[in-house]
């Protein structure tokens, strides 16, 4: 169940990241750019902390609380999305899958 409700909530996350996109940059080479961007970093992002910090993160606080950082941090990204929708906040929320990676 709770793998069905996290790939709804990213669902929910992609299609407000193709709107506030789609406002910011009308162009749409522009688009596939920021996308691109987009997940790049993410990605990076990612790797980055698997290799240097999850281990850490793990010892010293336990694979549950790595586990229930996971639908805090989507949470808090979606209040803060919808309080204020704009591309750098998106930006900051998109990097959410930083913290996935500990799954």
Do not use: H, K
Not at 41 to 64: H, K, M
Request: aromatic fraction near 12%; avoid cysteine; hydrophobic fraction near 60%.
């Amino acid at each position: 169940m709770g793998a069905l409700l996290l790939a709804a909530a990213n669902t929910f996350l992609y299609f407000e990241q193709l709107r506030i996109v789609s406002e910011t940059f009308a162009d749409t080479n522009t688009r596939t750019q920021v996308f691109a961007r987009i997940d790049f970093v993410v990605q990076a992002l990612t790797l980055v902390t698997q290799l240097f910090f999850t281990s850490r993160i793990a010892s010293r606080l336990g694979v549950a609380v790595l586990l229930v950082s996971i639908p805090i941090a989507m949470v808090g990204g979606f209040i803060a999305l919808a309080i204020a929708a704009n591309f750098w906040l998106l930006a900051i929320v998109m990097w959410r899958g930083v913290p996935a990676s500990t799954r």
